[in-house]
């Protein structure tokens, strides 16, 4: 089985700028989650969806949101870029019933200048 | 609201020394309790799941509710045990939110 892909897998952008990363989950998984990575915070959830529905937010600002398609592909959008967003913004999947064992992509990381 | 505590940033251990990573949780309910691991330039994977009670490259984990910890062991630490270690709290009540800790960074010497 193919793993969770994430692209773009390198991303510069400048302040103010919006963004949109991209996840595909493992065939088969419906849930995916995404967190942002930051030597200072560590892993901080963003939000889950499943079969097209938020069903958790993390503590973020409106500028991130997400959505998730019929074919369990996910995208998150950071809108209005600022320098603090800088990160590797991770997505996992799992499959139905085990929501905790996630498979985790290898990231995006977000440079913002 | 549930919060996962790793107390150590950092630990360094000999080849073939014990190891003994500590992670602490705050949650009122019964919690499933994951370890996670990044060995360098992989991905983030799951390491041990508390509910299966198994042991995974020689690690072990045991939930112990009343101290609320769920400390991970090794007897015999590996060079190949160098890596990121989560702790990561999931609720029953399915809010469907993995809570990490900010993660222990483990070297292993020769």
């Known amino acids: 089985k193919a793993g969770v892909t994430q692209t773009p897998r390198y991303l510069i952008k400048t302040r103010g700028q919006q963004v949109t990363l991209s996840c595909s989950p493992i065939s ?9 990575q930051t030597p200072g915070q560590g892993l901080q959830f963003l939000f ?6 938020q069903r958790n937010k993390g503590n973020f600002p409106g500028r991130f949101s997400g959505r998730q398609f019929s074919n369990s592909r996910s995208e998150m959008n950071v809108s209005t870029l600022e320098l603090g967003d800088s990160a590797l913004y991770l997505c996992a999947s799992s499959s139905p019933g085990l929501p905790y064992e996630q498979y985790f992509g ?4 977000l440079t913002v200048t | 609201a549930q919060r996962v505590t790793q107390p150590e940033k950092l630990l ?7 190891v003994e990573l500590k992670c602490n949780y705050s949650y009122s309910g019964s919690p499933e309790l994951f370890w996670y691991v990044q060995y360098s330039r992989q991905r983030l994977q799951l390491l ?3 509910i299966s009670r198994e042991s995974i490259k020689g690690f072990t ?11 991970l062991k090794k007897p015999f630490a590996q060079e190949e045990d160098s890596a990121m270690y989560y702790c990561a ?22």
């Open chain 2, 89 to 110: 709290l999931g609720t029953p009540s399915n809010d469907y939110k993995l809570s990490f800790g900010a993660g222990t960074t483990v070297t292993v010497r020769a």
């Open chain 1, 106 to 109: 290898p990231g995006t990381r």
């Open chain 2, 48 to 50: 041990l799941r508390h």
């Open chain 1, 48 to 53: 889950e969806y499943f079969s097209e529905t």
């Open chain 1, 28 to 36: 088969g998984h419906r849930s995916v989650s995404w967190y942002q």
């Open chain 2, 61 to 71: 984990a045991d939930l112990n509710k009343g101290e609320t910890s769920f400390h």
């Open chain 2, 12 to 18: 360094s251990v000999f080849k073939g020394a014990p």
